[in-house]
């Protein structure tokens, strides 16, 4: 039973450039999360979504970045135009419902913009 | 907006030492959770509180959450090696949500 797979496990990308971050649930999860970690920080919400619903984005910057969670497939976080900002390390999290019992989180992937 | 604050930020202790981290909300939480995250790793879900007053225990880790439902601690009796990371306590006011705390980086010292 894979828990919550994320990949590229790091990414390196120019100013400029996209940043595509993939996330697949555990089995049965139909929640997820997408949380951002800057070095020796803790983690700070992004957003959080069901199959094909963007239900809470309020932790997302308004410009360059997106998310989504398709019928088929991961949810992919997408960023666009990546500035040197943006280097940090971006966890997925699902959960079958709500969260009540924890999140499982993914091994994360370190983006780093050069 | 919701915040949840934790106290130390770092704390080094020798191995066999007791161990306590403080979690403070702004806002009454409808339940708190505990993370911990070795270095380099991922955060691992530990535990769930839900009642007011209630408290657990995992082997050596004791958790609380206050009768207000404003704060939380984690105790770690008698600190391992293995023990190491940082501990996140993460909060959530109604069907919010789930936000994390700062986290407490826990050393031991063998």
């Known amino acids: 039973n894979a828990g919550v797979m994320q990949n590229p496990r790091h990414l390196v990308r120019r100013r400029g450039q996209e940043a595509r971050l993939r996330c697949s649930p555990m089995k049965g999860h139909s929640h997820v999360y997408w949380y951002r970690q800057l070095p020796e920080e803790g983690l700070k919400f992004m957003v959080y979504?069901?199959?094909?619903?963007?239900?809470?984005e309020s932790g997302m910057p308004k410009e360059r970045f997106s998310a989504e969670f398709p019928k088929e497939g991961p949810s992919i976080l997408r960023i666009q135009q990546v500035v040197r900002g943006d280097s940090a390390a971006y966890f997925c999290?699902?959960?079958?419902?709500?969260?009540?019992?924890?999140?499982?989180f993914g091994s994360g992937t370190r983006l780093t913009v050069v | 907006g919701q915040q949840v604050m934790q106290i130390p930020q770092y704390q080094h202790v020798q191995e066999g030492e007791d161990f306590t981290t403080y979690c403070n909300s702004s806002t009454t939480l409808s339940n708190i959770q505990w993370y911990k995250q070795r270095p380099g790793g991922h955060p691992v879900f530990l535990i769930q509180l839900v009642k007011s007053g209630e408290v657990k225990k995992q082997k050596r880790l004791t958790f609380q959450f206050g009768e207000a439902k404003k704060n939380s601690s984690l105790h770690i009796t008698a600190t391992q090696t293995t023990d190491v990371g940082t501990y996140f306590c993460?909060?959530?006011?109604?069907?919010?949500?789930?936000?994390f705390g700062t986290g407490t980086r826990l050393t031991v010292i063998p």
């Open positions: 993460a909060g959530r006011a109604g069907a919010n949500n789930l936000f």
């Open positions: 979504l069901q199959k094909e619903n963007i239900i809470d």
């Open positions: 999290a699902s959960s079958p419902s709500g969260g009540g019992n924890g999140y499982t």
